[in-house]
């Protein structure tokens, strides 16, 4: 991680994503350039960067892929404005701010639930009881 004080821009690997290292780059004010690739694994980073709003890094090809990093590495002053909020553009973001993200994915266990419980025909046997 302290390596990451001497980079100025990170550029997420392809067509596999760096996923837990795209985060340790952002939370240590590090943006990351990405590309988004077929599979899931491949578009995990630009997932990340759409949720803490930086889609401006997320590339759909190759050439915008070097496009983004060239403008970015280019534009210093804007970089450094970016780098020193990007904590707390994380925390603030549905992604960064825990409590928000977990009750999100909660209401949507639930939601998932009560769809389930909607469709199938099932007796007290066959299908846990609800809690709430």
Same mark, same amino acid.
């Given at each position: 991680?302290?390596?990451?004080?001497?980079?100025?821009? !990170?550029?997420?690997?392809?067509?596999?994503?760096?996923?837990?290292?795209?985060?340790? !780059?952002?939370?240590?004010?590090?943006?990351?350039?990405?590309?988004?690739?077929?599979?899931?694994?491949?578009?995990?980073?630009?997932?990340?960067?759409?949720?803490?709003?930086?889609?401006?890094?997320?590339?759909?090809?190759?050439?915008?892929?070097?496009?983004?990093?060239?403008?970015?590495?280019?534009?210093?002053?804007?970089?450094?404005?970016?780098?020193?909020?990007?904590?707390?553009?994380?925390?603030?973001?549905?992604?960064?701010?825990?409590?928000?993200?977990?009750?999100?994915?909660?209401?949507?266990?639930?939601?998932?639930?009560?769809?389930?419980?909607?469709?199938?025909?099932?007796?007290?046997?066959?299908?846990?009881?609800?809690? !709430?």
């Amino acid at each position: 991680m302290l390596a990451l004080a001497e980079v100025d821009i !990170s550029l997420d690997p392809f067509p596999q994503n760096g996923c837990v290292s795209t985060w340790e !780059s952002l939370y240590m004010g590090v943006p990351v350039v990405t590309k988004l690739g077929k599979t899931v694994s491949g578009r995990v980073a630009g997932a990340i960067l759409t949720s803490i709003g930086l889609t401006q890094f997320v590339a759909s090809n190759e050439e915008d892929y070097v496009t983004i990093a060239l403008r970015w590495a280019g534009s210093p002053d804007e970089l450094a404005v970016l780098r020193r909020g990007m904590r707390e553009r994380i925390a603030t973001s549905e992604s960064g701010d825990t409590v928000r993200y977990c009750r999100k994915v909660e209401a949507l266990y639930r939601r998932f639930w009560q769809t389930y419980c909607a469709s199938s025909p099932t007796t007290s046997t066959d299908a846990p009881t609800r809690a !709430s």
